[in-house]
């Protein structure tokens, strides 16, 4: 089991940063591949960045050179700097986690692949 909890969503004007970050904790370490989804009302849940236990990292074409997705092994900690937000990056922003292929990440930024999210944080940008 692994329990997923983000922070650092908030509001920001057009062309400003924010940086998320979800803390993961679980009974035993496991490699994960880990990744940040979001959601706007209306709209499906999207795969925003993924990154596996190697350093590994694939972005949606919509936010490449504007987000980093980064990982601490030892705070077991995922980060998601956003630059140069834009209004439509506003969303709910999820953190998620896959523990089933020993560290590595599927192809493709796909929901289904993840078996633990966290509760979500608001990311909200103003033009």
């Known amino acids: 089991q692994v329990q997923l909890v983000e922070s650092g969503g908030g509001s920001v004007q057009a062309g400003g940063s924010l940086r998320l970050s979800c803390a993961a904790s679980?009974?035993?370490?496991?490699?994960?591949?880990m990744g940040w989804f979001r959601q706007a009302p209306g709209k499906e849940r999207e795969g925003v960045a993924i990154?596996?236990?190697?350093?590994?990292?694939r972005y949606v074409d919509s936010v490449k050179g504007r987000f980093t997705v980064s990982s601490h092994s030892v705070k077991n900690t995922l980060y998601l700097q956003m630059d140069s937000l834009k209004p439509e990056d506003a969303a709910v922003y999820y953190c998620a986690a896959d523990t089933t292929r020993r560290g590595y990440c599927n192809d493709g930024l796909l929901r289904y692949d993840f078996g633990y999210w966290g509760q979500g944080t608001q990311v909200t940008v103003s033009s």
């Open positions: 990154i596996d236990y190697y350093g590994i990292t």
């Open positions: 679980e009974d035993t370490y496991s490699r994960k591949c």
